[in-house]
């Protein structure tokens, strides 16, 4: 049975390397040049001809926008408006990149933590700029509940410093891990489709049910993703209580 | 031992994390049923919480998975 996990292998298509450092136009790369595409192509689509009734592109475009923006909003208030086309670009591309991953024979950028790692550490990064843009040094006053006695505080302000910079990696993890299990998943049922001659049947009817399954998920962890940026974003606009 | 089939024991004990993950999803959809059964007025506006805890949870598990994954094939 062919590794599962070959589906993940970067191959260099165009190989070049500037300073030492390998930066090759890849496989990956060619697939994120598709997702932009994607995503630029159904924006673009849906602002073309804009009216008062919605076309079906301009409906699926409003959609996705005020989708994000009731989410960040509701989350985080009426001053993170200003952040709606950050969030959006982020939900987009999560979400073209997971469901791009589901066609067969094609490359799942989001299967990758140095993708998905990289994005989250932007996001953190920023999260903690704005915070300390917003609140000065009284951003620091997320680490220590209020309320609570002193004593409990040698505790709390440790644990509260260490959940705060996990972020990141938990977010990336989360993301990376969905994508990679379900379509490590997805390959290994295919093996015994094969394996198993005509009974194969049984699990090729498993593989339907779960490629199902993974467009669920595709589409909720590019949700839960954003979600998290918002709810991560609330703590920089408005001062812990 | 084998150092193979260390692997393999160990790919099956990083396994049960879906344990956790299984009963938590359990939770969440139970709890969900109840609370909808109760007042499903209100049902309609947390299914987005709902999806959102299971997703939540469900990655716990594939924390797990990943690692079994990672000990078979990495």
Known sequence: ?????????????????????????????????????????????????????PGRWQNLAELLYETIE?????????????????????????????LVGLVPY?????????VTLAMALVGFSAIVIIGFIKQGPGFLKMFMPSGVPIP????????EIVSFFIRPITLSVRLFANMMAGHVLLKVFAGFVISLG??????LIGIVAMTALEVLIAVLQAYVFTVLICVYLNDALHAHH | ??????KYIGAGLA?????????GIGSIFGNYLAGAMRNPSAAEGQRTNLLLGFALTEATGLFGLLIALLILFG
């Not at chain 1, 689509?45 to 009734?53: A, D, E, I, P």
């Not at chain 1, 009426?78 to 950050?86: G, L, S, T």
């Not at chain 1, 094609?106 to 140095?114: A, C, K, L, Q």
């Not at chain 2, 396994?15 to 009963?23: D, Q």
Request: charged letters at 10%; a negative charge; aromatic letters at 8%.
């Open chain 2, 1 to 6: 031992m084998e150092v193979e089939a260390a």
């Open chain 1, 1 to 53: 049975m062919a590794n599962p996990l070959q589906q993940f292998e970067i191959v260099p298509k165009i190989p070049l390397e500037v300073g030492g450092y390998d930066i090759s136009f890849t496989n990956s790369s060619i697939w994120m040049v598709v997702v932009l595409t994607l995503a630029a192509g159904i924006m673009f689509l849906g602002v073309r001809k804009m009216s008062l009734v």
């Open chain 2, 15 to 23: 396994c049960i994390a879906l344990v956790g993950a299984g009963a």
């Open chain 1, 152 to 159: 409990m505080l040698i505790l709390l302000v440790p644990i």
């Open chain 1, 106 to 114: 094609s490359f799942t950028v989001t299967s990758h933590i140095i």
């Open chain 1, 198 to 203: 005509v009974f194969g049947i049984v699990p």
């Open chain 1, 70 to 98: 009731e989410t960040l909003v509701s989350s985080a208030g009426a001053e993170a408006r200003k952040f709606v086309p950050i969030m959006l670009t982020v939900f987009l591309f999560i979400l073209l990149a997971n």
